[in-house]
Each structure stands twice: as structure tokens, then as C-alpha cells.
């Protein structure tokens, strides 16, 4: 009986020692905000993650995005997490892949245009980008109105781009197209 009871701890300790795997730590990712946010799409290593909230704020008008960027399988996603516009419910859009056909037009260009040490506290961000991993955070200001007009028109043609029919809905609720042109005859010149 004896006997038995040490044969079987023999057994339970050796299962114990040599069925346990060793713990692997996952690899730290060399991806740092501070130095890598406007080339994310290359620094990114897999199962990092890039939360950027895009202020499209302006004069009276208020709308803001939270963007959230992942690099899973050696693939770059992008995915609109909220689409505020004034006091309105918010939407949410879909993770796609961040493949623009368009290369010059990319978030990264459009990052590097952004002067880092432009920190004047009267002009609003424009870019808020946080590594949920590390406590930095990247402020990314314009340099006054018609600089805010020009780069939300360039973000939103990176998201036209991104998401066709969803932004195409909001082009049509929102944004205000140009009237048509009036044709005045000559007779009604005079």
C-alpha cells in the first residue's frame, strides 16, 4: 500500500514538472509613439494598438472621430470606433484594412505635415494619438483657421476613401453642397 501511494506521487510530481509548458513572455514591441506615430503603418508590430481621436471641430461646428488603428497578421487595420457630429448618436463604423489607393494621400503624410513642437494652447488639436500601451501622447495642433479648413478636407477624403458608403451618408446629411450655378439670360440682365 505503501508502495503504491509513492508511485503514484512519483507519478504526480513528474506529470507537474514535465506537463507544465514554461510560461513564454510575449515579445515587448519596439513601437513607440513619441518617435514611430507617422510611420505607423511600418513601426507597428503585431497586436499593437494606435487610438487617435481627429478633432473636426471648427467655428460652430462640432464633430469629432476616434480612430483605432491594430496591426494583427502583418496587416494594418483601421477602424472609425465613433463619428460624433454636433449633439447627435453617435456612429460607428466597421474595422477595414489600411489600403488607400491613393498613396499620396495617407494619415501618415498627412501626420509629418504637422509641426510636433507647435504647441500654441489658443489653437485646439487636431490629432490626439495615444499607445494605450505607454503613457505618452502626441498632440498635433493646426496653425490657424484656413490650416484647420485645409487638413479636415484632407482627412475627410482619406476616410472617403477608407469608407465610400458610409461616408457617402454622411456627405449627404451633413455637409452642405454648393448650390448650382443660376443661368441669367441677357434679357434679364438689362
Same mark, same amino acid.
Not at 85 to 91: F, G, I, L, Q, S
Not at 103 to 132: A, G, R
Not at 149 to 156: K, T, V
Given at each position: 500500500?505503501?508502495?503504491?501511494?509513492?508511485?503514484?506521487?512519483?507519478?504526480? +510530481?513528474?506529470?507537474? =514538472? *514535465? @506537463?507544465?509548458?514554461?510560461? #513564454?513572455?510575449?515579445?515587448?514591441?519596439?513601437?513607440?509613439?513619441?518617435?514611430?506615430?507617422?510611420? *505607423?503603418?511600418?513601426?507597428?508590430?503585431?497586436?499593437?494598438?494606435?487610438?487617435? @481621436?481627429?478633432?473636426?471641430?471648427?467655428?460652430?461646428?462640432?464633430?469629432?472621430?476616434?480612430?483605432?488603428?491594430?496591426?494583427?497578421?502583418?496587416? #494594418? +487595420?483601421?477602424?472609425?470606433?465613433?463619428?460624433?457630429?454636433?449633439?447627435?448618436?453617435? #456612429?460607428?463604423?466597421?474595422? #477595414?484594412?489600411?489600403?488607400?489607393?491613393?498613396?499620396?494621400?495617407?494619415?501618415?503624410?498627412?501626420?509629418?505635415? *504637422?509641426?510636433?513642437?507647435?504647441?500654441?494652447?489658443?489653437?485646439?488639436?487636431? +490629432?490626439?494619438?495615444?499607445?494605450?500601451?505607454?503613457?505618452?501622447?502626441?498632440?498635433?495642433? /493646426? /496653425? @490657424?483657421?484656413?490650416?484647420?479648413? +485645409?487638413?479636415?478636407?484632407?482627412?475627410?477624403?482619406?476616410? *472617403?476613401?477608407?469608407?465610400?458608403?458610409?461616408?457617402?451618408?454622411?456627405?449627404?446629411?451633413?455637409?452642405?453642397?454648393?448650390?448650382?450655378? =443660376?443661368?441669367?439670360?441677357?434679357?434679364?440682365?438689362?
Amino acid at each position: 500500500m505503501r508502495n503504491e501511494k509513492f508511485n503514484m506521487l512519483i507519478l504526480i +510530481f513528474t506529470t507537474l =514538472i *514535465f @506537463g507544465c509548458k514554461q510560461k #513564454v513572455e510575449p515579445k515587448k514591441s519596439e513601437f513607440k509613439v513619441a518617435q514611430d506615430y507617422s510611420e *505607423f503603418k511600418t513601426k507597428m508590430e503585431n497586436n499593437d494598438t494606435l487610438n487617435i @481621436g481627429v478633432v473636426l471641430s471648427m467655428c460652430m461646428w462640432s464633430e469629432y472621430d476616434q480612430l483605432q488603428i491594430t496591426k494583427t497578421n502583418d496587416s #494594418v +487595420f483601421l477602424q472609425l470606433k465613433e463619428k460624433r457630429v454636433m449633439d447627435d448618436e453617435p #456612429v460607428h463604423f466597421n474595422k #477595414v484594412l489600411y489600403e488607400l489607393k491613393n498613396d499620396t494621400l495617407n494619415l501618415e503624410k498627412m501626420m509629418m505635415d *504637422f509641426d510636433i513642437n507647435y504647441q500654441e494652447e489658443i489653437s485646439s488639436p487636431f +490629432f490626439i494619438i495615444i499607445n494605450p500601451k505607454e503613457k505618452d501622447t502626441i498632440l498635433l495642433r /493646426t /496653425t @490657424g483657421l484656413g490650416n484647420r479648413g +485645409f487638413n479636415i478636407e484632407r482627412y475627410q477624403r482619406i476616410m *472617403f476613401e477608407l469608407y465610400p458608403k458610409e461616408m457617402e451618408k454622411y456627405r449627404l446629411e451633413y455637409m452642405v453642397l454648393p448650390p448650382e450655378p =443660376i443661368e441669367i439670360e441677357e434679357n434679364e440682365m438689362e
